[in-house]
């Protein structure tokens, strides 16, 4: 017996009573709330990012790399509009968030799971930013396994020798929970792509997107020294770190580190 059937209406399909209540601002000052929502909207986009990143890994490792393209494309967009949003923030003044910022707390970028694990499936694997999350807890167990699953960039080097491609056994089998190495035999084999696009096309392109989507993580990560330049100066950050200073050390994370070095040999 089928009883009437349900109702759908826009704000229970979008869940929108939980997420129009999920601003909770510590102080009454105006601007706190665009702060929130700002960082609300990355972790929403993150999850986005991470479950198209998750496609393209399973569609490259079955061979159906076309399929992943379309993925890939879609995170370089998302990744503009995120870079895009820093232009936002940066209309609210030192005093501005100096006038809630010690409502923060200890509360950190460092502590997002989801940039981290964003982080770990693109290849920058660094066990240290485990510690930031609770024992027990979801976002630890989620970043565990980001951790130890092989990389979008190791399935492409996968990908790479099964068109017959030499990469060398120490790589293709690699402690994959372990920073990645760049290898000049991976450096041989992309400029082998990059020097007969026509016999890899396939390959020429899945590394194209990969540079989009390492250039718009730089982009996004240039975006944000800039904005917290802007808005803290030299502070420290609410997470410990020495703030901008170590916001610029990450401008030389490369997620895939031969498709930069080869273009020297091109
Ligand atoms: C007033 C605005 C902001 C300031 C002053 C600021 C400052 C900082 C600082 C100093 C760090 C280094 C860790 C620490 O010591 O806390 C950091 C990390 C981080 N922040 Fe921000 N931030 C701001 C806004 C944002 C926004 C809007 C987002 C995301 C939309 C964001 C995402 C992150 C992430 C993901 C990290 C970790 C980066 C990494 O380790 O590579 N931050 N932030």
Redesign the pocket.
């Known amino acids: 017996m089928s009883g009437a059937p349900e109702r759908v209406t826009y704000a229970g399909y979008l869940g929108l009573d939980e997420l129009l209540s999920a601003q909770h601002p510590r102080t009454d000052r105006h601007d706190e709330l665009l702060?929130i929502i700002?960082?609300q909207t990355?972790e929403l986009w993150l999850r986005e990012v991470i479950h198209e990143v998750r496609l393209a890994k399973r569609l490259i490792r079955a061979g159906e790399v076309e399929g992943a393209y379309k993925a890939l494309a879609r995170v370089s967009r998302i990744q503009s509009i995120?870079t895009q949003?820093?232009d936002v923030?940066a209309t609210?003044t030192p005093a501005d968030?100096l006038s809630f910022r010690g409502g923060l707390g200890t509360s950190?970028?460092?502590q997002?799971w989801q940039?981290r694990t964003l982080?770990y499936l693109l290849g920058l694997k660094d066990a240290a930013f485990l510690s930031f999350q609770d024992e027990g807890s979801h976002a630890l167990a989620e970043l565990q396994s980001a951790l130890e699953a092989p990389s979008l960039y190791d399935d492409a080097l996968c990908r790479m020798a099964a068109h017959g491609l030499h990469l060398p056994a120490e790589v293709l089998a690699r402690d994959v929970t372990q920073p990645y190495e760049p290898s000049t035999a991976v450096e041989d084999a992309w400029l082998a792509v990059y020097s007969d696009t026509p016999r890899y096309w396939e390959l020429y392109q899945l590394a194209e997107k990969l540079v989009d989507l390492d250039d718009a993580l730089l982009t996004w990560?240039h975006k944000?020294v800039l904005?917290?330049e802007r808005?803290?100066g030299g502070k420290?950050?609410?997470?410990?770190?020495d703030?901008?200073s170590?916001?610029k050390r990450?401008l030389e994370r490369r997620c895939f580190p031969e498709l930069w070095s080869v273009r020297a040999r091109l």
Request: proline share 0%; glycine share 16%; no cysteine.
């Open positions: 702060f700002i960082h990355k995120m949003s820093w923030l609210m968030y950190s970028g460092f997002s940039f982080e990560r944000h904005t917290v808005i803290i420290r950050g609410t997470g410990g770190s703030g901008a170590y916001l990450t």
